[in-house]
């Protein structure tokens, strides 16, 4: 049975650095991974998306990676910013007849001015 | 870009009260899901959606819920006798294949 696990549960950090969001899978049979991510009682907003044959995707200061056959994938943000604050969740949609989404409980990322 | 919308953004209800909440899907999609996240938990699934019919639940999708897709555009997750475990922030979402789903922004669902 799949199981997300994403380290550390909660993050605070000053504003301009760069950091990283760890994200891990127990089972690598996956057809992607999805970054997203969730504003205090709002919903889900979709960052990037990283197919099982690929090995990273970027978007703007983001930057996510996988490492299938460790069932690791990381997400990298640089230079952040006081609007970067949010929890980011990683959610793994596995491969076969199962078409759902399998969710980490996310990293509560502020980020201080 | 196309959205996945939902109706209504926040529903109060007391216990035993039927809910019916409201989703439409982006117009070209063939998958539909509902998800739900009680709140300070992982977000959960509870049932998938495919050409008319569920292609899969999951253990919490018991006979208390069902989903519709009334016309061409709207999908329907009822819940007909509500508990106070069923407060939850549900989220639809669709997707044409095994890519990238959208998701709506959700509905809050508070039983009293």
């Known amino acids: 049975k799949q199981e997300v696990t994403q380290i550390p549960a909660a993050l605070s950090v000053p504003e301009g650095e760069n950091l990283v969001l760890n994200c891990s899978f127990t089972d690598s049979a996956i057809y992607n991974l999805q970054w997203f991510r969730q504003d205090p009682g709002k919903g889900l907003t979709s960052l990037l998306l990283?197919?099982?044959s690929q090995r990273e995707q970027t978007s703007g200061r983001l930057n996510a990676s996988l490492d299938k056959s460790s069932g690791r994938s990381t997400l990298y943000i640089a230079a952040s910013q006081p609007g970067d604050s949010a929890t980011y969740l990683c959610a793994v949609y596995n491969a076969g007849n199962n078409r759902k989404l399998i969710w980490g409980l996310g990293t509560s990322l502020a980020v201080n001015p | 870009e196309p959205e996945v919308t939902q109706t209504p953004s926040h529903q109060v209800t007391q216990m035993g009260q039927e809910v019916i909440l409201r989703c439409v899907p982006i117009s070209n999609h063939l998958y539909f899901y509902w998800y739900r996240q009680i709140l300070g938990q992982k977000v959960e699934f509870l049932v998938s959606?495919?050409?008319?019919?569920?292609?899969?639940k999951s253990e919490i999708f018991d006979d208390q819920f069902s989903v519709e897709r009334p016309d061409g555009s709207n999908f329907t997750l009822k819940i007909r006798s509500t508990k106070l475990e069923d407060s939850a922030m549900y989220f639809c979402?669709?997707?044409?294949?095994?890519?990238?789903?959208?998701f709506g922004p959700g509905t809050r669902l508070t039983v009293t």
């Open positions: 979402a669709s997707t044409g294949g095994p890519a990238r789903k959208y």
């Open positions: 990283i197919q099982s």
């Open positions: 959606f495919y050409n008319n019919e569920i292609s899969e």
